[in-house]
T-cell receptor, first 120, second 107 residues
Framework: ELQLVESGGGLVQPGRSLRLSCAAS????????MHWVRQAPGKGLEWVSG????????AYADSVKGRFTISRDNTKNSLYLQMNSLRAEDMAVYYC?????????????WGPGTLITVSS | EIVLTQSPATLSLSPGERATLSCRSS??????LAWYQQKPGQAPRLLIF???YRATGIPARFSGSGSGTDFTLTISSLEPEDFAVYYC?????????FGQGTKVEIK
């Protein structure tokens, strides 16, 4: 069964850092691009970052460029998001999402999400 | 950045009725558009990709059409489990963007 499980969320003060993880199972992880998509409370969806199957390509939304870093470890079937200099507007549920292919830009399957609360 | 505008914001319909949702892009995205369904407290689910191709396991009552700047998601006959929020998303240009969503609610 295909599964994505995010972890690492929680309460963090503005300006601090947090690292999210996503554990994948049920599919050949290194055959697919992976992404982070977020949803602020009561709001719509915002693509945050993506990484190709072999880490050869990465991309970021302008709102997080220079502050967030996406990475993956194909030996551990895991995706990561290092978030630095967190702001109030980064508060959201962060979803890990599997691409439909190596790097198609569609989100075929999503984890349940992890909530990041940014507050002093 | 490509802006996707969905209409209407809310669609009030009864089970069995036909739902027609619109997504308009600020510039052409060719056919590089997807539709997602999200129910309260759940993660989104991919319904349609490349404008008209159903994702694995998606019922035939869901169909997508359009190209360029105008797209439509049609639910031919609403089932009780179809009442949800629907988002369109483009992958034509960086950054990949979503529409603001259309809520399909029970009338």
């Amino acid at each position: 069964e295909l599964q994505l499980v995010e972890s690492g969320g929680g309460l963090v003060q503005p300006g601090r850092s947090l690292r999210l993880s996503c554990a994948a199972s049920g599919f050949t992880f290194d055959d697919y691009g992976m992404h982070w998509v977020r949803q602020a409370p009561g709001k719509g969806l915002e693509w945050v970052s993506g990484i190709s199957w072999n880490s050869g390509s990465t991309a970021y939304a302008d709102s997080v460029k220079g502050r967030f870093t996406i990475s993956r470890d194909n030996t551990k079937n895991s995706l990561y998001l290092q978030m630095n200099s967190l702001r109030a507007e980064d508060m959201a549920v962060y979803y890990c999402a599997k691409d439909t292919g190596f790097w198609s830009g569609y989100f075929a399957f999503w984890g349940p999400g992890t909530l990041i609360t940014v507050s002093s | 950045e490509i802006v996707l505008t969905q209409s209407p914001a809310t669609l009030s319909l009864s089970p069995g009725e036909r739902a027609t949702l619109s997504c308009r892009s600020s510039q052409s995205v060719s056919s590089f558009l997807a539709w997602y369904q999200q129910k309260p407290g759940q993660a989104p689910r991919l319904l349609i990709f490349d404008a008209s191709y159903r994702a694995t396991g998606i019922p035939a009552r869901f169909s997508g059409s359009g190209s360029g700047t105008d797209f439509t998601l049609t639910i031919s006959s609403l089932e009780p489990e179809d009442f949800a929020v629907y988002y369109c998303q483009q992958r034509s240009n960086w950054p990949w963007t979503f529409g603001q969503g259309t809520k399909v609610e029970i009338k």
